[in-house]
C-alpha cells in the first residue's frame, strides 16, 4: 500500500529555516509530479510547491524565493526546504503526488511552528 512519511518540522523563530523530509513507497515515484501542502485549521488544504519527474518546479507566491522543492529518485524521497519562515507558514505540512487523488491517502504530516 502506499505510504507516505513526513519529518523534519519542529519549531523555529522567524527568520530561520527548516529542511522536511518525504518519504514515499507504494508507487513508481518517479513519474509523478510530487508536492508539498499545508494546512491551517479551519482552512483548505493548499499546494505549497510543486515538482515534476523532470525536476521542473512551480511554487506558491506564498512561497517563491524562499522555499526550495527538490526530490531524490533513487530514495523516492521529496525534500522541502523552506528558509526566511515566518509565522503565517505556521502550518501542518504534507507532501502527495499532485494531483494528490493518484496515491488516495496523506500521511501524519509534519508539523511546522514559527513563533518568537
Known amino acids: 500500500q502506499v505510504q507516505l512519511v513526513e519529518s523534519g518540522g519542529g519549531l523555529v523563530q522567524p527568520g530561520g529555516s527548516l529542511r522536511l523530509s518525504c518519504a514515499v513507497s507504494?508507487?513508481?515515484?518517479?513519474?509523478?509530479?510530487m508536492g508539498w501542502y499545508r494546512q491551517t485549521p479551519g482552512k483548505q488544504r493548499e499546494l505549497v510547491a510543486r515538482?515534476?519527474?523532470?525536476?521542473?518546479?512551480r511554487y506558491a507566491d506564498s512561497a517563491k524565493g524562499r522555499f526550495t522543492i527538490s526530490r531524490d529518485n533513487a530514495k523516492n524521497t521529496v525534500y522541502l526546504q523552506m528558509n526566511s519562515l515566518q509565522p503565517e507558514d505556521t502550518a501542518l505540512y504534507y507532501c502527495?503526488?499532485?494531483?494528490?487523488?493518484?496515491?488516495?491517502?496523506w500521511g501524519q504530516g509534519t508539523q511546522v511552528t514559527v513563533s518568537s
Open positions: 507504494g508507487i513508481m515515484f518517479r513519474i509523478y509530479v
Open positions: 515538482i515534476s519527474s523532470g525536476h521542473t518546479t
Open positions: 502527495n503526488t499532485d494531483p494528490p487523488g493518484v496515491t488516495g491517502t
